[in-house]
Each structure stands twice: as C-alpha cells, then as structure tokens.
C-alpha cells in the first residue's frame, strides 16, 4: 500500500511539474530579446532540473519534460530548438559552454535513455539527436548542419539500441548520419554526407556512404 501510495505522489508531482513548465514556456518562449531573454534566464530556473548560470535562450525554443533537462553554464540555445523527454528515466544533458544552433531536434525517445552533449561542444542547424539508445558527444565537438544521430535499428531479432559515442574533440560535416553501435573516435573528422556504420578509429579522416577511413587526422583530445 506504501508503495502504492508513493508511486502515485510522485506521479501527482510530476504532473504539477508539467503544467508548471507548460504554462511557463508558452508565457515566455515567445518574447523576443531582450526583454524574452531576460525573462527565460530567471524563470525557466524554475522548470529544468537543473539550470547553470549565464544560459541564453532564444525565443520560440520548445522544452518536454523539462524535469529531466539539465543545462550548465554559459549555454546557449536558439530558435526553435527542440528538446524532449517523455519517457521514464530517461535524460537530456548539457555540458558548460554547449551551443545549440536554430532548429536542433534532442529527442530522449524510449525509457532508460541518455543523451548527453559534453562542454564546448556545438551542434549546428538541425541537428537531429533521437534515442532510444543512448547517446553521448564528448567535450569540444563540432557538429555540422544538417547532421542525424539515431541510436536505434532494426534487426532481425527487433529494435536494437546499443548507443552512438562520438568522443571528445570530433569534427562532423554537414549532413553526416551516424547509425545505432557506432563510437567515433577521439580527434577523428568525418566528411560531409558520410554514412556512419561501423566504428571510426581515434585521429582519423573519414568519407563516403558508409563512411571509411582514408588518413590520419591532425585533430587531438580535449
């Protein structure tokens, strides 16, 4: 009955939650700076489950499930990004100094899912980041226009989700796509259109659909 009872508080309170971030999101996602920005900085504290200091916002932005967000310092998001969280246990992170460009799409699809994007990394136009699988971008990332990372497929056996790692120090081009199981190495460049299949070793320059390793890379780790 204990149980029982606790389970069903904390649903109550996570339902508060959700209004409470609703009512303030559609308040103030559509204020136009500086006035909207202002505004979002000391209001949307409120919201997340954890807001750093110095986060820029920009207006028509879009936040689910903003108790499961954690944003650090200094970030900062564009319009019309989009960042959502549904699912139980699942979480989106943001690492101090990250940039979100206009339109990027973070989706914790699935329960049990991580996607987490490490410090001074930046992800470019509509960047598109769907789970269920985790997925984790290590510290200093350039991540091109355009670019998708699904950590999700299926196989014969049903949907997999084993997770995409792209380490600290990556270059990305515009519209790359980086399948389900993939790790990309530290300091590695992977060129624009690539398909990304199979793991790409650290220090390494990779082209082409799928994408293969033609050199070493002058990139090095954070």
Known sequence: MKTA??????????????????IITSLLGGIPRPLGTIMRQCLYKTIFAYM????????????????????GNDVKIMR????NVKAINSFIRLGNKVCLDRGVDINAAGEDC??????????????????PGHIKIGK????????????NNHREYGLSREGIIIEDNCWLGTGVRIL???TIGCGSVVGAGAVVTKD???YSVAVGVPAKRIKASKGGCV
């Open 52 to 71: 750093g200091q110095n986060v820029y916002i920009q207006a028509g932005s879009e936040f689910l499930g903003t108790n499961a967000i954690e944003i």
């Open 200 to 202: 790409i070793p650290p």
């Open 114 to 131: 991580l996607l987490e994007i490490g410090d001074r990394s930046y992800l470019g136009p509509y960047v598109c980041m769907s789970g």
């Open 80 to 83: 019309d990004v989009r960042l």
């Open 140 to 151: 200093q990332c350039l991540i091109a226009s355009q670019t998708g990372m699904y950590a």
């Open 5 to 22: 009872l606790a389970l069903e508080s904390t649903n109550h309170v996570i339902q508060l939650q959700t209004i409470k971030a609703r």
């Open 180 to 182: 389900d199981g993939v």
